[in-house]
């Protein structure tokens, strides 16, 4: 009886707190803080400063802070442009699938009209603070095989190998996930082709796609993280290359992948008897050696 | 790729596009932009482990008979004026040993 009233009373705890997490964000600064990471800088600094510098740091700024959602807010720009920005909702932003995908799962519409009205104000510094943080692929994203392997765990990241203790007040244990260091993990966002499962279809990267149809076909074995994520210091690179605002470091990057040779012939062409023609020939050749098209989307 | 005289004159100027294109599905008129773009209609993209050669014929004007060839394969990012140039090869070709 007496353990029967400590689990009531265990439970009354409780689920005030499961209430809590079930809610939902309504705002943009609510689900910032909803997913927020930086927790996870004062022991991860040199990963959690490569992530700073990555586009998934700025999932929402496109190239060159470029605000790229801004047409979906704008009426009659695109087929799910709302009349007035109060009335967006999620629905209006589809990108969100993989641009925000906790919004997805986490915020309600109220969310997306302050986002709507951000766009169209150019407000940089609100949409800014929308990240695809550490706890989105470490834990949101980290498993996809749902059925057999159940959803993410509360207070679980899911990393390269097991942690029994985390020192962390919210993550207290690292489970190794199946498919971090698999293509998959990242074809989750990086496109297959068009959406369907859209009102309308959109179609955005399909990096994986080309991955899958296009790179393993023709003997390819290596997963995106090899080149994407190479190890700096022993630990994986969450930069995650290309940063598209870094030009130079960007070609880098391709000039490691793409190759080009240039073959040139200056000769006098014979059309016909006496009449030589002065002719340049200029032969290109470029291969590329990446796991998917270049470029794409 | 261009071909510029001694005189520093253009005799020859052309490009080639590698990437993939899309539309709408609803008419013809190539779109950029995800939240548009239903599907591509046409792919030009350098694909791994495939090669892309072309072959540039350039007749020579009267009384040209060198020239410079620059050959500069760039990355656009987003719009034409935001690109990055990977390679740039530059020759000269002349008729004459």
Known sequence: ?297 | MTAKAADGKEVFKTERHYHPQATNCKDNKMLYGAQVKTQYIRDTSLQPFETKAESFEIPLPEGVRAVDVTVSLTYEINKPDNKIEIFKVTRKVALDR
């Not at chain 1, 997490?21 to 909803?34: F, G, N, V, W, Y």
């Not at chain 1, 498993?143 to 207070?155: A, M």
């Not at chain 1, 499962?197 to 955005?204: A, K, T």
């Not at chain 1, 006496?274 to 270049?294: C, E, F, S």
Request: with cysteine.
């Open chain 1, 1 to 297: 009886m007496r353990i029967m009233l400590l689990l009531l009373i265990a439970a009354v705890v409780v689920m005030p707190l499961s209430n809590v997490e079930a809610q939902k964000a309504k705002s943009i600064d609510e689900l910032a803080k909803m997913f927020d990471s930086s927790q996870c800088k004062s022991c991860h600094a040199e990963i959690y400063a490569q992530w700073e510098n990555s586009h998934h740091a700025r999932s929402l700024m496109g190239v060159q802070d470029g605000l790229m959602m801004t047409p979906l807010a704008k009426k009659g720009s695109t087929p799910f442009s709302p009349d007035d920005p109060k009335k967006a909702t999620l629905k209006t932003f589809p990108c969100f699938k993989c641009h925000l995908p906790q919004a997805v799962a986490h915020a309600e519409d109220s969310f997306a009209v302050e986002y709507a009205e951000a766009l169209l104000a150019g407000d940089k510094a609100k949409v800014g603070k929308l990240k695809i943080t550490c706890i989105v692929c470490h834990n949101e994203k980290a498993i996809i095989h749902k059925l057999s392997d159940g959803y993410p765990e509360k207070g679980v990241l899911y990393g390269s190998k097991d942690i029994a203790s985390h020192p962390d007040a919210t993550f207290k244990k690292v489970k190794k996930s199946q498919i971090m260091d698999h293509a998959i993990m990242c074809g989750q966002c990086h496109g297959l082709g068009p959406n369907l499962e859209f009102e309308n279809p959109v179609q955005c990267a399909t990096l994986y796609g080309s991955y899958e149809h296009n790179y393993l076909s023709k003997g390819g074995q290596q997963q995106c993280q090899e080149c994407h994520m190479q190890k700096i210091n022993g630990k994986a690179d969450h930069l995650i290359a290309p940063n598209w605002n870094d030009l130079e470091g960007t070609k880098k990057l391709l000039q490691n992948a793409i190759a080009m040779d240039v073959q040139t012939v200056g000769y006098e062409w014979l059309r016909k008897g006496g009449d030589l023609r002065p002719m340049i020939v200029v032969n290109t050749k470029i291969n590329q050696n990446a796991g998917h098209r270049i470029p794409d989307g």
